[in-house]
């Protein structure tokens, strides 16, 4: 299973760090992805770490904003969040399959949510 944590209310312009807790299978052998969904829209995928070699996937809108790591000793991946705009406003969710996809239906397992509000 997975345990997202770490969203909170946030003005624009700050920092979130998410956590996403692994248990039950070997962490190190699978892809972690984070996910949000905002009110009214569909879900996106956000960021991708590979089990491999560490090799990370960004959205275009999140790309130099966004930092996703993984530290296979503690069966935790993170994803650091800066310069936050009310677009980020979303459940965060992170998933993890064998190999990284992007496609959200290919993933195994899922955290619960973690909602990020940020105010403008």
């Known amino acids: 299973q997975l345990q997202a944590s770490g969203g909170g209310l946030v003005q624009a312009g700050g920092s979130l760090r998410l956590s996403c807790v692994a248990s039950g299978f070997t962490f190190d052998e699978y892809a972690i992805a984070w996910f949000r969904r905002a009110p009214g829209k569909e879900r996106e995928g956000i960021s991708i770490i590979s089990s491999v070699d560490g090799t990370t996937y960004y959205r275009d809108s999140v790309k130099g904003r966004f930092t996703i790591s993984r530290d296979n000793a503690k069966n935790t991946v993170f994803l650091q969040m800066n310069s936050l705009t009310s677009e980020d406003t979303a459940v965060y969710y992170c998933?993890?399959?064998?190999?990284?996809?992007?496609?959200?239906?290919?993933?195994?397992?899922w955290g619960q949510g973690t909602l990020v509000t940020v105010s403008s």
């Open positions: 998933a993890a399959r064998p190999l990284e996809a992007v496609t959200s239906t290919l993933y195994e397992y």
